[in-house]
């Protein structure tokens, strides 16, 4: 399983880290990607790792401004999210797959997701 947290209420222009806790298998073997779900939108893929540590961003929006990083010691993946904007406001999940892929339906082990709200 997976659990995301470390969401919260944070102004426009500030930072947020999210992080992404596997429990019961170990993440060296995984892709993990970032997804997330606005009020009234599907939830849409905006970033993945892959085993190697390479990332993907599959949302130009967040570009420049949320960086992913893994530390498989720890069996947690990071969200580093930087500049944050209120359209950015969204509950945001964290699920892995052996590839990365942008299409949510490929992915397992979705945990219960984190919120994040930015305020304007």
């Known amino acids: 399983q997976l659990q995301a947290s470390g969401g919260g209420l944070v102004q426009t222009g500030g930072s947020l880290t999210l992080s992404c806790r596997a429990s019961g298998f170990t993440l060296d073997y995984y892709s993990i990607g970032w997804f997330r779900q606005a009020p009234g939108k599907e939830r849409e893929g905006i970033l993945c790792i892959s085993t190697s540590g390479s990332s993907t961003y599959y949302a130009e929006s967040i570009k420049g401004r949320f960086t992913i990083s893994r530390d498989n010691a720890e069996n947690t993946v990071y969200l580093q999210m930087n500049t944050l904007k209120p359209e950015d406001t969204a509950i945001y999940y964290c699920?892995?797959?052996?590839?990365?892929?942008?299409?949510?339906?490929?992915?397992?082990?979705w945990g219960q997701g984190t919120l994040v709200t930015v305020s304007s």
């Open positions: 699920a892995r797959r052996y590839l990365c892929s942008s299409s949510r339906h490929s992915y397992n082990s």
